[in-house]
């Protein structure tokens, strides 16, 4: 039977309860998700634009960018970030011993975490692009509309429309992938579940309260992502209200 009263226990530091210890773990994961989803929406946009232009090197640069950062695991990249990029770069180590760790934890995995999505998302901009009809970028050089007013006015637009759907599983995968920040300490969601099943035995509520939290997190994200869908939908086009 579940004890929930596991949750009003005092940790052996003294310091809370378990309940307030996942919520503490859930306040990390969101302040991750969100930074990350913000660092990878304006990298992985960006490539997924340069990457349809008629520019070779950028295209090629771009391609080089999601192919790297798609197929290295996820947790081989937090500890790259984590333990071997700092040996290799100076200042980010001075930064490791000067600054708070886990702030520096939390630095590094929104780094980590946003660079991997924005790889996938690189990919989702481009091809949300290339759906579009041909003709819509040729009328915009007709207007005498520059590549860039092109882009800005007439393809992305209708391209982020037709990525709503996409970018909504990514959002929520951001979620999940979040979980991999323990691995370099990290005192997230995922973390502190591992720390409360550790010390008390009750893996059953540790991992059914994070079950829980988890997926009212990623339902929220999926109810924004379906407003946001609706709210920008054109009339007549991609399941727009006639």
Avoid: H
């Avoid at 295209?59 to 695991?73: H, K, M, Q, S």
């Avoid at 929104?110 to 990919?123: D, K, M, Q, Y």
Wanted: aromatic share 12%; hydrophobic share 50%; with cysteine.
């Amino acid at each position: 039977m579940l004890d929930l009263g596991i949750f009003g226990q005092e940790t052996p530091d003294g310091d809370t309860t378990w309940g307030m210890s996942l919520l503490w773990g859930l306040e990390y994961t969101l302040v991750l998700v969100a930074l990350s989803w913000i660092v990878a929406m304006a990298i992985g946009s960006l490539l997924g634009v340069l990457r349809t232009t008629d520019r070779r090197w950028v295209v090629a640069l771009g391609d080089a960018w999601v192919e790297l950062f798609r197929n290295i695991p996820l947790l081989v990249q937090f500890f790259l970030w984590y333990f071997v990029v700092p040996e290799f770069v100076p200042s980010l180590k001075r930064l490791a011993l000067e600054m708070d760790p886990t702030r520096f934890q939390l630095l590094l995995s929104v780094v980590c975490l946003g660079l991997f999505t924005s790889a996938r998302i690189a990919e989702q901009v481009k091809s949300g692009i290339l759906s579009l009809p041909r003709g819509q970028r040729m009328a915009g050089y007709a207007l005498g509309l520059t590549q860039a007013q092109t882009y800005r006015y007439v393809l992305l637009p209708m391209a982020f429309r037709i990525v709503v759907p996409p970018l909504t599983s990514e959002s929520m995968n951001l979620v999940k992938n979040s979980a991999v920040a323990y691995s370099i300490g990290l005192a997230e969601l995922f973390f502190r579940t591992r720390e409360m099943g550790e010390m008390t035995f009750r893996y059953f509520a540790a991992f059914g309260a994070a079950t829980v939290l988890y997926v009212l997190v990623a339902l929220a994200i999926n109810r924004v992502f379906a407003w946001v869908e609706r709210a920008t939908a054109v009339p007549g086009y991609l399941g727009g209200k006639r």
